[in-house]
T-cell receptor, first 116, second 115 residues
């Protein structure tokens, strides 16, 4: 079984400040990890993914995440927040194969607010 | 590339009615998954279709059913609607490459309101 815990349902930062959104996972098999962003009344857009290659993954819009197996974490960061980053962010885990056939298990989401 | 398209975008139904939601996958994708996202929650996996068969199912009652057509498009049907079925329904498509599934691409969703 796989699960995801996102620490902090709401994160608020000032424009230009560091963004850090936390994600911890549980998986009985080697995980594939994803961060998705959702704007109001929209679907999910993939920000970045970890698929067992480099542990530091760079995504779109300046976001990156680091896979730390020892800490079972996959935290999302961005050095300098922009007003357009305000959205809800979801961490998800899958094994992309095996018996789950790529089923995604999502965390509860973190709403990011960016203040001027 | 049109990406994943879902219809309708919004829908209002009365308790006890039945509803059908539709999804066209991204070009080149052959697998369709459906997710339910209740307000303030993360998406929850309903089921997945591949080669016109339900391959895997999440923890949803039999009132939720689906279908996949030869062109890989898919429908989600919900019978005997309950107020608790109000949610954003997301369709995601992917494809099989070797033994692995590619990453999932999501549509914009269908907002279902049950009154």
């Amino acid at each position: 079984a796989q699960s995801v815990t996102q620490l902090g349902s709401h994160v608020s930062v000032s424009e230009g400040a560091l963004v850090l959104l936390r994600c911890n996972y549980s998986s009985s098999v080697p995980p594939y990890l994803f961060w998705y962003v959702q704007y109001p009344n929209q679907g999910l857009q993939l920000l970045l993914k970890y698929t067992s290659a480099a542990t530091l993954v760079k995504g779109i819009n300046g976001f990156e995440a680091e896979f730390k197996k020892s800490e079972t974490s996959f935290h999302l960061t961005k050095p300098s927040a922009h007003m357009s980053d305000a959205a809800e962010y979801f961490c998800a885990v899958s094994d992309l194969g095996g018996t789950s056939y790529g089923k995604l298990t999502f965390g509860q989401g973190t709403i990011l607010t960016v203040h001027p | 590339d049109a990406g994943v398209t879902q219809s309708p975008t919004h829908l209002i139904k009365t308790r006890g009615q039945q509803v059908t939601l539709r999804c066209s996958p991204k070009s080149g994708h052959d697998t369709v998954s459906w997710y339910q996202q209740a307000l303030g929650q993360g998406p929850q996996f309903i089921f997945q279709y591949y080669e016109e068969e339900e391959r895997q199912r999440g923890n949803f009652p039999d009132r939720f059913s689906g279908h996949q057509f030869p062109n890989y498009s898919s429908e989600l049907n919900v019978n005997a609607l309950l107020l608790g079925d109000s949610a954003l329904y997301l369709c995601a498509s992917s494809s099989i490459q070797g033994m692995m599934n590619t990453e999932a691409f999501f549509g914009q969703g269908t907002r279902l309101t049950v009154v």
